[in-house]
């Protein structure tokens, strides 16, 4: 797969999980790639990843809701590469999950920097290089977007801004040849899914594989997405296949809720 040969792909939120595969498929499909997180050990074994694929990797440690961290990130992108293609804002907190009536408002502020002023942020510093290149930004938001489940409403309110200002950009930078999209994964099975049913099933005495079952019989496609094929639809929109895609909310979720 070459979809993104010769382009640049600058993800945040590097983890063990989807940020991990966001990384790797865009090397798969041709890219070289910077790498952003505030683990530093984290980075560097995704880079190592990276370059087995024979592409380039470059970690740059960085907190997102910093101002000068985060300048730091796109400049050395520029530095090393001499252009930028696409941004991923894939770095994330979950607010308290907890009644809003009760939830408090310093957390919620906090969730509301991470998931929405520093996507916001960073993409303003990436938007002149974008600009050169008819780039994209890809946002990765969450289906919770499609629920009012109780506790869940901190969470939702900032990844409903996250859209919101996705679909904002779109408008304000399609001028410029930018495009703004954003991916709404549901369940994701990853290590972090993975043992919270395992605790699940621990509590009620029974085998992981059953909860997995009964979670997935409720999903059109009774399975769960796993990361590659979230970071799959990612690559998708980051290449020319999407170049007349924007100001769009893809849901991958196997058919857990439809929009």
Not at 89 to 111: C, K, Q, S
Not at 173 to 178: C, D, F, Q, V
Not at 198 to 222: F, M, N, S
Request: proline share 4%.
């Amino acid at each position: 797969m070459d979809l993104l040969t010769g382009k640049v792909v600058l993800v945040s939120g590097i983890g063990p999980g989807l940020g991990r595969s966001i990384a790797l498929r865009s090397a798969a499909a041709g890219a070289d790639v910077v790498l952003a997180a505030r683990t530093e050990s984290r980075l560097a074994e995704v880079a190592a990843e990276v370059e087995a694929l024979g592409r380039r990797a470059v970690p740059v440690p960085t907190d997102v809701t910093d101002d000068a961290s985060a300048a730091k990130l796109v400049e050395t992108a520029l530095n090393e590469f001499g252009r930028l293609d696409t941004l991923v804002n894939n770095a994330f907190a979950i607010p308290p999950i907890t009644d809003l009536a009760e939830v408090d408002l310093d957390a919620v502020r906090a969730g509301f920097e991470t998931n929405v002023l520093a996507a916001l942020r960073l993409t303003r510093l990436c938007t002149s290089a974008l600009a050169e290149s008819a780039g994209s930004v890809v946002m990765i938001n969450s289906a919770v977007l499609r629920h009012s489940r109780r506790t869940f409403g901190a969470y939702k309110m900032a990844k409903a801004s996250l859209l919101a200002l996705a679909q904002s950009l779109a408008s304000e930078l399609g001028p410029r040849g930018i495009r703004v999209n954003s991916v709404a994964p549901g369940y994701i099975w990853a290590d972090s899914l993975k043992w919270y049913f395992a605790y699940l099933a621990k509590e009620r005495g029974v085998p992981a594989e059953q909860v997995y079952a009964e979670t997935a019989e409720t999903i059109d496609l009774r399975r769960l997405p796993e990361p590659d094929e979230i970071a799959d639809t990612v690559v998708f929109l980051a290449s020319a296949l999407a170049r007349c895609v924007t100001g769009q909310c893809l849901d991958v979720n196997a058919g857990e809720y439809h929009h």
